[in-house]
Each structure stands twice: as structure tokens, then as C-alpha cells.
């Protein structure tokens, strides 16, 4: 405690989910530096305590957590259209992975103070939601903004349509307490929270022809396939970069990635036009084809007894249907910021991809290791993820620029190369007697140079907000014109 009565530590870090625990677990394990970390809620995991009940990690388990301390218990998934690939830790085993975080790893360390259920102030104020009571907190360094790219859940978000008295309708949270058989499911969203509902229900039984789902917008995934990790990854973002070396457009780029099996969209029929970073499987995409019921009329106005309202049109439904909102946009859309400050860091996204944990824990390794704010913001600027197509050859470009900065420094290579975070962890470094990785190094290295330059001319004549109307008309017709 200071002379006038506020606790202080090196960092006081604001939101106790995933990317404020990556950060701080950085900051703890690479320095000696305190931290002081403000939580809404009762536990750490952010969002992840608010999720529904059969929710999953959609990027393998060991690239996803806090950098010190593993996820996943090094096994593959053997059922489901999961399996073969890197397990997917459920939100039951997140919740329990950060507890252990915390309790066994950072209170120890006494260097770490946890306020939950507490709020902060910018006046550097923390006020305990449950009584009231007060505390001073002040940052000898650097107060950090966790909270910038938080996730919202449909639990937490009220829908943007009304809906009518007697019509039943639940957040996606609910859709494993209903007690009753419903003679159709209408899952209202097209991301992946909307997939998840869909995939659910499938995997109990439920008839395709019972499912209607409302996509305004349909939208591409990365393959989860050739997102495994090592030589693998390394492999497939060569692959991203060869393609985006010969693209002539967005569109072009879209299809070499669906073509060479880095992207999927489930509807071969639709041209997507929206990108979240959120991956999918072969099989998770041909169970989500069996679903013909699909409305394609824009965003749901309200929800009348006996039919739907959209933006672009009305849908006749029947009677005592559950509709399910999965409409919480997920991952937000705020503007990118710089993501160091005088006195503050607002954590963002910061590779190609999203993968939030890495981001914030290669802005805690620079924070720590490079100096000035002008220097850090140079080498690592936010990718935002705002939804739109434009977001691909933007941030992959982006990330060829940092890349070599980051490269050209061995502190931060070397830590990348070890961090259990980094997908490709290991796989960078030469070896002479591996030709295999010698190969990928290879086309990897041909491709950087070219890729970036190809990108840098799609993204100055790419339009300002969306990537077109893909080389295939989008139809907004229902393919059901009664339910």
C-alpha cells in the first residue's frame, strides 16, 4: 500500500478473461513486476463463464489458455466431426483451467492481487459489486485494458427483435434445459454460435427437417484440418501465402483458400460474405448441409405468432416453434486503438487469425522487452476482426509487415519459437537433417515476398466495407417458403 492509502502494483490490469490472464501470466513469468487484476465477475475465464453448457473451444485446446500452463492433455478427438484432430476443450474445463490458473500459479507467485466482482474506474477506483466497499489501485506502469475485444454471449446480450407475447424464445444458453419436444428448432444466427445450436441439436437426434436457420449472412471458416499445429500450420500458411502471391482479387483469394483446403463455407450454393476466424471441419460442414430449412431475408425484425418478420420479407411458421438467439455478435467490432499507451495498453488482436490469448501474450513479451510506446506500436499494431472479407488479405498482409520485425529481433523470435501459445512454435528454426521442414521453410520464405506485395495492391482497390458479391450472385430467397 502507498503512502496515501491505494494498493499499487506494476500493472493493474482490468478484466479477468482469457486475454487478461494470458497477459498477466507473460508479465508474471518473464519479469518480476507485480500485478493487480479487477474482474467483473466471480471467477476468471471471462465470457466463458456465461456460455452455454455445450459449448467448445473452436481452435485446438493446446494453442488456446495462459502460456505457462497447458490446456490440453495431448490428445486427439476419436468420435464426432471433431475426430482426428486436436482435442477441443469443453467450457466446463476452461472455467476449471483458469480457477487452477489463479489459484495454483498466480496468488502463490505473491506478486498477483485479484479483485472479483469488483469494477474500476478510470480514476483508479475499485468498487466491490457486492458491498460497496472501496479501494484505491494505482499502475507504477501501465493500467491494462483487457476488456476491449471481450466476448458477448447471447446470456448477456438482449436480442435486436421483439418478439411477440406466447412466442417461445431463448438464448442458445436455454437450448439444453427445454424439457419438451418442439415440431421446429429455429436457430436465429448465422455465426458460429449459430453452427454450435445447429450441431447440438443434430448430434441428439434431432431431424434436419425440424431445423430452420436464420443466415443473413452466410460466412467462411478456416479448416480446422490444417490448424494442428508445428510443421503442419507452418505448412498451411504457406500454402495461405502462395495463394495470395497469384490472387487477382478478395474473391480470388477466397477461392484458392477453399480450393487448397484452408477455407470452408457450408453452402457451396452461397457466396459468403462474412469472416469471424472461426474454424470448422469437413465433417462439422457436411452435417450442417443436411439443414435445407435456411432463411436468406436478412436480420429477424420480430417474431409474431404464426410467422417471422425480416428485413426483407415475412416467413409463415407453426405454431409452438422454439426459437433459439444466438444473435450476440461474438467477437466485437470497437476501433482499433493503439494498443500502447503513456499510461495504458488496450489489448487487441495482434496475428492473422484472431487467437486472442497469443495476441495478448506476445503484447505483454514486447511491453516488457522493447522500449517506447512509439517502437511497440510499431511492431505490434491491432488486426481488428470486424466481420467482413476485407479483414483476410488486410490483416494477413499486416501480419507479413510485423512478422519481420519480430524476426529481426532474437529476443522476441526466440520466445516465439518456444511459446506453447504460437501454433508454429518450433517449426521456424533450420534444421539440416529435416528436408521436410527444410521444404515448407522454403516455399514459406519464396512466398513471404511476393504474397506481400500482391496484398498490399488487393487491399488498396478492395472496397471500404464489404468484399463484394463474390463471383456468384447471392440469392436472399428462403429456400422454405413455409416452416
Given at each position: 500500500m502507498?503512502?496515501?492509502?491505494?494498493?499499487?502494483?506494476?500493472?493493474?490490469?482490468?478484466g479477468?478473461?482469457?486475454?487478461?490472464?494470458?497477459?498477466?501470466?507473460?508479465?508474471?513469468a518473464?519479469?518480476?513486476?507485480?500485478?493487480i487484476?479487477?474482474?467483473?465477475?466471480?471467477?476468471?475465464?471471462?465470457?466463458?463463464?456465461d456460455?452455454?453448457?455445450?459449448?467448445?473451444?473452436?481452435?485446438?485446446?493446446?494453442?488456446?489458455?495462459?502460456?505457462s500452463?497447458e490446456l490440453?492433455?495431448?490428445r486427439?478427438d476419436?468420435?464426432?466431426p471433431?475426430?482426428?484432430?486436436?482435442?477441443?476443450?469443453?467450457?466446463?474445463?476452461?472455467?476449471?483451467?483458469?480457477?487452477?490458473?489463479?489459484r495454483?500459479?498466480?496468488?502463490?507467485s505473491?506478486?498477483?492481487?485479484y479483485?472479483?466482482?469488483s469494477e474500476?474506474?478510470?480514476d483508479?477506483r475499485?468498487?466491490?459489486?457486492?458491498?460497496?466497499?472501496?479501494?484505491?489501485?494505482?499502475?507504477?506502469?501501465?493500467?491494462?485494458d483487457?476488456?476491449?475485444?471481450?466476448s458477448?454471449?447471447?446470456?448477456?446480450?438482449p436480442?435486436?427483435y421483439?418478439?411477440?407475447?406466447?412466442?417461445?424464445?431463448?438464448?442458445?444458453n436455454?437450448l439444453?434445459?427445454?424439457?419438451?419436444?418442439?415440431?421446429?428448432?429455429?436457430?436465429?444466427?448465422?455465426?458460429?454460435?449459430?453452427?454450435?445450436?445447429?450441431?447440438?441439436?443434430l448430434?441428439?437426434?434431432?431431424?434436419?427437417?425440424?431445423?430452420?436457420?436464420?443466415?443473413?449472412?452466410?460466412?467462411?471458416?478456416?479448416n480446422?484440418?490444417?490448424?494442428q499445429?508445428?510443421?503442419?500450420?507452418?505448412?498451411?500458411?504457406?500454402?495461405?501465402?502462395?495463394v495470395?502471391?497469384?490472387?487477382?482479387?478478395?474473391?480470388?483469394?477466397?477461392?484458392?483458400?477453399e480450393?487448397?483446403?484452408?477455407?470452408?463455407?457450408?453452402?457451396r450454393?452461397?457466396?459468403?460474405?462474412?469472416?469471424r476466424?472461426?474454424?470448422t471441419?469437413?465433417?462439422?460442414?457436411?452435417?450442417?448441409?443436411?439443414?435445407?430449412?435456411?432463411?436468406?431475408?436478412?436480420?429477424?425484425?420480430?417474431i409474431?405468432?404464426?410467422g417471422?418478420?425480416?428485413?426483407?420479407?415475412t416467413?409463415?411458421t407453426?405454431?409452438?416453434c422454439?426459437y433459439v438467439d444466438?444473435?450476440?455478435?461474438?467477437?466485437?467490432?470497437?476501433?482499433?486503438v493503439?494498443?500502447?499507451?503513456?499510461?495504458?495498453?488496450?489489448?487487441?488482436?495482434v496475428?492473422?487469425?484472431?487467437?486472442?490469448?497469443y495476441s495478448?501474450?506476445?503484447?505483454?513479451?514486447?511491453?516488457?522487452?522493447?522500449?517506447?510506446?512509439?517502437?511497440k506500436?510499431?511492431?505490434?499494431p491491432?488486426?481488428?476482426?470486424?466481420?467482413?472479407?476485407?479483414?483476410i488479405?488486410?490483416?494477413?498482409?499486416t501480419?507479413?509487415?510485423?512478422r519481420e520485425?519480430?524476426?529481426?529481433?532474437?529476443?522476441?523470435?526466440?520466445?516465439?519459437d518456444?511459446?506453447r501459445?504460437?501454433?508454429?512454435a518450433?517449426a521456424?528454426?533450420?534444421?539440416?537433417?529435416?528436408?521436410?521442414k527444410?521444404?515448407?521453410?522454403?516455399?514459406?520464405?519464396?512466398?513471404?515476398?511476393?504474397?506481400?506485395?500482391n496484398?498490399?495492391r488487393?487491399?488498396a482497390?478492395?472496397?471500404?466495407?464489404?468484399?463484394?458479391?463474390?463471383?456468384?450472385?447471392?440469392?436472399t430467397?428462403?429456400?422454405?417458403?413455409h416452416?
Amino acid at each position: 500500500m502507498t503512502g496515501n492509502g491505494a494498493f499499487e502494483a506494476d500493472y493493474v490490469v482490468v478484466g479477468g478473461g482469457a486475454v487478461g490472464m494470458s497477459f498477466a501470466d507473460v508479465i508474471l513469468a518473464e519479469s518480476d513486476a507485480t500485478v493487480i487484476m479487477v474482474d467483473r465477475r466471480a471467477h476468471p475465464g471471462g465470457h466463458w463463464n456465461d456460455a452455454y453448457s455445450f459449448v467448445r473451444l473452436h481452435q485446438p485446446s493446446r494453442f488456446y489458455g495462459v502460456n505457462s500452463t497447458e490446456l490440453a492433455r495431448g490428445r486427439k478427438d476419436e468420435r464426432g466431426p471433431n475426430a482426428g484432430l486436436s482435442e477441443l476443450a469443453s467450457g466446463d474445463e476452461i472455467r476449471a483451467y483458469f480457477d487452477h490458473v489463479l489459484r495454483d500459479k498466480f496468488l502463490p507467485s505473491g506478486r498477483f492481487t485479484y479483485y472479483p466482482m469488483s469494477e474500476y474506474t478510470e480514476d483508479g477506483r475499485v468498487t466491490s459489486l457486492l458491498t460497496g466497499a472501496q479501494s484505491a489501485v494505482r499502475a507504477r506502469r501501465k493500467v491494462v485494458d483487457a476488456r476491449y475485444i471481450g466476448s458477448d454471449v447471447p446470456s448477456t446480450q438482449p436480442p435486436a427483435y421483439s418478439a411477440a407475447p406466447g412466442v417461445e424464445l431463448v438464448p442458445v444458453n436455454d437450448l439444453a434445459r427445454i424439457d419438451r419436444r418442439h415440431p421446429a428448432y429455429v436457430i436465429v444466427g448465422s455465426g458460429k454460435t449459430g453452427a454450435d445450436a445447429c450441431l447440438w441439436l443434430l448430434g441428439l437426434g434431432v431431424d434436419p427437417s425440424a431445423i430452420v436457420w436464420i443466415r443473413p449472412r452466410d460466412s467462411w471458416f478456416f479448416n480446422r484440418a490444417s490448424f494442428q499445429g508445428s510443421l503442419q500450420t507452418l505448412g498451411s500458411f504457406a500454402t495461405q501465402l502462395e495463394v495470395a502471391a497469384q490472387a487477382t482479387s478478395i474473391e480470388d483469394i477466397l477461392q484458392g483458400f477453399e480450393a487448397t483446403g484452408q477455407m470452408l463455407r457450408i453452402d457451396r450454393d452461397h457466396w459468403p460474405t462474412m469472416f469471424r476466424a472461426a474454424t470448422t471441419t469437413v465433417g462439422e460442414v457436411e452435417l450442417l448441409g443436411t439443414i435445407t430449412n435456411v432463411i436468406r431475408l436478412g436480420h429477424v425484425i420480430r417474431i409474431e405468432r404464426g410467422g417471422l418478420v425480416l428485413e426483407h420479407g415475412t416467413v409463415p411458421t407453426e405454431d409452438d416453434c422454439l426459437y433459439v438467439d444466438c444473435t450476440a455478435r461474438g467477437i466485437p467490432n470497437p476501433s482499433p486503438v493503439p494498443i500502447f499507451g503513456q499510461q495504458r495498453i488496450t489489448l487487441q488482436y495482434v496475428v492473422y487469425g484472431g487467437l486472442p490469448t497469443y495476441s495478448a501474450a506476445i503484447a505483454a513479451f514486447i511491453e516488457l522487452v522493447c522500449e517506447g510506446d512509439d517502437r511497440k506500436n510499431a511492431i505490434c499494431p491491432p488486426l481488428p476482426i470486424t466481420g467482413e472479407l476485407t479483414d483476410i488479405p488486410r490483416n494477413l498482409m499486416t501480419d507479413l509487415r510485423v512478422r519481420e520485425e519480430w524476426f529481426g529481433d532474437d529476443r522476441i523470435r526466440e520466445w516465439m519459437d518456444e511459446a506453447r501459445l504460437n501454433p508454429t512454435a518450433g517449426a521456424a528454426s533450420v534444421e539440416s537433417g529435416d528436408p521436410e521442414k527444410q521444404a515448407v521453410l522454403g516455399r514459406l520464405l519464396a512466398a513471404m515476398g511476393p504474397a506481400r506485395s500482391n496484398l498490399e495492391r488487393i487491399v488498396a482497390h478492395a472496397p471500404p466495407a464489404s468484399a463484394g458479391s463474390g463471383p456468384e450472385p447471392i440469392s436472399t430467397a428462403s429456400r422454405a417458403s413455409h416452416l
